[in-house]
């Protein structure tokens, strides 16, 4: 560890750790910055984090002089401060008053540091400001050069993390482009640039003029979209969620997300909610209510000999509803016909950040329940179904088995599976050719309408929290499972108690 002082204050960091980065970690103190990012290379281009260094004659940029032994750092001299408002100065001649309507107003640098650090008023006066042409650089993101600041973070991002150089410089000095080179801007984790702009210069197309920032609300979750399980910022405004950024956890997905979990939030508040329970028997559907079925489900399975009851839940579920599933089948009915998904789900990376597998708590279910029932061979429930061998068959998230490779086909045998038994329970929060093909629809909860945990693939528990409140009619899988199976057992403890006293009747 490497002994240095920040305005006085003794700070210790690791050898080979830029000032900036050493500051900040330790809290010493905040410099303002630009083109500097944790995850990229420094760059040194925005000049906003001149320090003094004692001993130095110039002011030096931290993002890019290496701490030293006994290096005595100022961030607060008055010709660090007078650095700061004639950079600004220089950025605010062609920048725009673009504040009220760009969508990056209430966490813009720019905007920040003006109000922090610039001069109360301009010098310019006379001239026109720079202005470039509008630019749609695909299907996800748009350029106003006008509002860029030439940190090059974006560049850096595609040419360091995702190793794309389809976004490149052009011209220099007063005359510098941020352009495409070729082709649009079409790679999986695109977006990550609309967060990287320090401004507003590029933007997301999906969240384009849909908020301020101010009035969303950040919950701190993860996304669900595979087992890497990647922290995120799930940001919602009067009950619908609006986008999701990335949370930082380097031992998971260090500051980035793919650009598929980050808009993959629209079913959320989408019209392929299940948002009602229905019944349909006898050839008639009727609407009805979960606390109805439930009760209606836990007198069927007490009626339903074990080995005619099946039971299939898939890895979308929480580690609490998993225990919650295994309990009902193996422990509450003793059945042996249950499992955890059709098939076994994939292993490994897709790059440096995707999971193949496409289920957000694989590793949860081979941690919890795995080892129990059928694990993943719910295949084996299909085919008794198919050949007739259950009366009853109950699922919970038949829509994630789209998921599996070659999911479309197994999703419709398992709708035609259905049609074989006399009763079968869907609970789902999306509608499937399974939920169309059930005896009994109980609406579902999304991973944004409730709480739990979920194991990823490196089998790190982590939490996801409700960012959204769910209709008060729907009731939680957990407490669906609890409620069906202490309505089971306590029907079993009185039917012990009457045998009971029959027997004792009969030797009296």
């Given at each position: 560890?490497?002994?240095?002082f920040v305005?006085g204050?003794?700070?210790?960091?690791p050898?080979?750790?830029?000032?900036?980065?050493?500051?900040?970690?330790?809290?010493?103190?905040?410099?303002p910055?630009?083109?500097?990012h944790?995850?990229?290379?420094?760059?040194?281009?925005?000049r906003m984090?001149l320090?003094?260094?004692?001993?130095?004659?110039?002011?030096?940029?931290?993002?890019?002089t290496p701490?030293s032994?006994?290096?005595k750092?100022?961030t607060k001299s008055?010709?660090v401060?007078?650095?700061?408002?004639d950079?600004l100065?220089?950025?605010?001649l062609?920048?725009?008053l673009?504040?009220p309507?760009c969508d990056?107003?209430?966490?813009?640098m720019l905007?920040?540091y003006?109000f922090?650090h610039a001069r109360?008023?301009?010098r310019f006066r006379?001239?026109e400001?720079?202005?470039y042409?509008?630019?749609?650089?695909g299907p996800?993101?748009f350029?106003?050069?006008?509002?860029?600041?030439h940190?090059?973070r974006?560049?850096r991002?595609?040419?360091?993390i995702?190793g794309?150089?389809?976004?490149?410089?052009?011209?220099?000095?007063n005359h510098?482009?941020i352009s495409?080179?070729g082709?649009p801007v079409v790679?999986?984790f695109?977006?990550?640039?609309?967060?990287?702009c320090?401004?507003?210069?590029l933007?997301?197309k999906?969240f384009l003029?849909?908020s301020?920032?101010?009035h969303?609300k950040k919950?701190e979750?993860i996304?669900?979209?595979?087992a890497?399980g990647?922290?995120?910022?799930?940001e919602?405004?009067?009950?619908?969620v609006?986008r999701?950024?990335?949370r930082i956890?380097?031992?998971?997905n260090d500051?980035?997300i793919?650009?598929?979990?980050?808009?993959?939030?629209?079913?959320?508040n989408g019209?392929?909610?299940v948002?009602?329970?229905?019944?349909?028997?006898s050839?008639?559907i009727?609407?009805?209510?979960?606390?109805?079925?439930?009760a209606?489900?836990?007198?069927?399975l007490?009626r339903?000999?074990?080995?005619?009851a099946?039971?299939?839940?898939?890895?979308?579920?929480?580690?609490?509803?998993?225990f919650?599933?295994r309990r009902?089948?193996?422990?509450?009915?003793?059945?042996?016909?249950f499992?955890?998904g059709?098939?076994?789900?994939?292993e490994?990376?897709?790059d440096?950040?995707r999971n193949r597998?496409k289920f957000p708590?694989?590793?949860g279910?081979?941690?919890?329940g795995?080892?129990?029932?059928?694990g993943?061979n719910?295949m084996?429930?299909?085919?008794k179904a198919?050949?007739?061998?259950l009366?009853?068959?109950?699922?919970f998230?038949?829509h994630s088995v789209i998921?599996?490779?070659?999911g479309?086909?197994?999703l419709t045998r398992l709708?035609?599976?259905?049609s074989?038994v006399?009763t079968?329970?869907v609970i789902?929060y999306l509608?499937?050719?399974?939920?169309?093909a059930?005896?009994?629809l109980i609406p579902?909860?999304?991973?944004?309408e409730k709480?739990g945990?979920?194991?990823?693939?490196q089998?790190m528990t982590?939490?996801?929290?409700r960012a959204i409140f769910?209709?008060?009619?729907?009731?939680p899988?957990?407490d669906l499972?609890v409620?069906i199976?202490?309505?089971?057992?306590?029907?079993?403890?009185?039917?012990?108690g009457?045998k009971g006293e029959r027997?004792?009747?009969?030797?009296?």
């Open positions: 560890m490497i002994n240095f305005d204050k003794p700070v210790q960091a050898e080979g750790s830029m000032v900036i980065q050493a500051a900040h970690d330790a809290k010493a103190a905040e410099i910055y630009f083109c500097y944790p995850a990229l290379k420094p760059a040194g281009l925005c984090c320090v003094e260094i004692e001993g130095a004659p110039k002011l030096q940029a931290s993002c890019t701490i032994e006994g290096m750092v100022i008055a010709r401060a007078q650095a700061r408002k950079v100065e220089f950025y605010l062609n920048h725009p673009d504040c309507i990056k107003a209430g966490e813009c905007q920040d003006t922090a109360q008023n301009s006379d001239g400001k720079r202005r042409n509008y630019e749609d650089l996800k993101l350029r106003d050069m006008d509002r860029c600041v940190c090059l974006c560049v991002f595609c040419e360091e995702v794309d150089d389809n976004l490149s410089v052009f011209q220099r000095g510098t482009d495409i080179f082709s790679n999986d695109a977006l990550n640039i609309a967060e990287l320090p401004v507003g210069a933007v997301s999906d003029y849909q301020r920032v101010w969303l919950t979750t996304c669900t979209s595979c890497t990647c922290n995120i910022y799930m919602s405004k009067d009950q619908e609006k999701i950024t990335p956890n380097k031992a998971v500051h980035w793919c650009d598929y979990g980050r808009l993959n939030y629209k079913y959320v019209d392929q909610r948002q009602e329970a229905v019944s349909r028997e050839g008639e009727a609407v009805t209510t979960p606390e109805d079925l439930s209606r489900i836990a007198d069927l007490g339903t000999p074990k080995d005619r099946g039971f299939l839940i898939t890895p979308e579920a929480t580690n609490e509803e998993i919650e599933f009902l089948a193996e422990k509450v009915v003793a059945t042996p016909n499992a955890y059709l098939v076994p789900p994939e490994g990376k897709l440096f950040l597998d708590n694989s590793a279910v081979r941690r919890i795995a080892s129990s029932g059928l993943f719910g084996k429930i299909v085919e198919e050949s007739g061998d009366d009853v068959l109950v699922l998230y038949p998921k599996h490779p070659n479309a086909a197994l709708a035609g599976a259905l074989k006399k079968s329970v789902d509608k499937s050719p399974a939920s169309d059930a005896t009994w579902g909860l999304t991973h944004a709480n945990t979920m194991d990823n693939a089998g982590q939490k996801i929290r769910p209709s008060p009619a729907v009731i899988e957990k499972l409620r199976s202490t309505a089971l057992s306590e029907k079993g403890e009185r039917e012990k009457r027997e004792s009747a009969a030797t009296t």
